[in-house]
Each structure stands twice: as C-alpha cells, then as structure tokens.
C-alpha cells in the first residue's frame, strides 16, 4: 500500500525518537507522565486514555489503553529500564 510503511520494533531494531521543544523540562516530563495530559499530547485528536497505569521507576511496568477518535483502543504495555526525571524516560514494549 503506497504511503505505508510498517517496522518491526524488536532488540535488534529499537526505535529511537528524539525531539527538541522550546518548552521548560519539568513540563515535558509532565506531559509524558501525567495521564490527563498523555493521550492529547501523544494521540491523534480526539484520543482518550481510558485505562492508564505506570510505575515510573527503572524496571517498573506501564499499562494504557488509547482509545483513538475511530472508537478503537489501542492497548500498550512495557516496562521504562531508564528513569531519570525530569530528563530521561526510556520505554521498552509495544
């Protein structure tokens, strides 16, 4: 299908995205971790974020669902092996 492209993210191929903001730090951190702000801030308009659980801590486990404008939910688990607030968060699943 033109204009599609799909990636397997796995051990061997990690995807690392980067982004610099003219934002302060601490509300970047609050952006990624605060879940009534995660789901405008990360999704497509219109998202929600009706289930949400993160232990934000190295080795502690994250849990959401986003539930696109479409209706669909979109479920995500891992783990963050780096945590370092407010400057480094690292996230490890699908």
């Given at each position: 299908?033109?204009?599609?492209?799909?990636?397997?993210?796995?051990?061997?191929?990690?995807?690392?995205?980067?982004?610099?903001?003219?934002?302060?730090?601490e509300l970047v951190w609050q952006m990624w971790t605060e879940?009534?702000?995660?789901?405008?801030?990360?999704?497509?308009?219109?998202?929600?974020l009706p289930v949400w659980t993160a232990d934000l801590r190295?080795?502690?486990?994250?849990?959401?669902?986003?539930?696109?404008?479409?209706?669909?939910?979109?479920?995500?688990?891992?783990?963050?092996?780096?945590?370092?607030?407010?400057?480094?968060?690292?996230?490890?699943?699908?």
């Amino acid at each position: 299908m033109a204009g599609k492209h799909e990636v397997a993210v796995t051990p061997d191929h990690p995807l690392e995205i980067t982004r610099t903001l003219d934002a302060p730090r601490e509300l970047v951190w609050q952006m990624w971790t605060e879940p009534q702000h995660l789901a405008p801030w990360w999704g497509p308009k219109g998202s929600t974020l009706p289930v949400w659980t993160a232990d934000l801590r190295p080795g502690g486990s994250y849990h959401f669902t986003m539930r696109g404008p479409d209706g669909n939910d979109y479920w995500n688990r891992g783990v963050y092996p780096e945590v370092v607030p407010p400057k480094r968060l690292v996230k490890e699943g699908a």
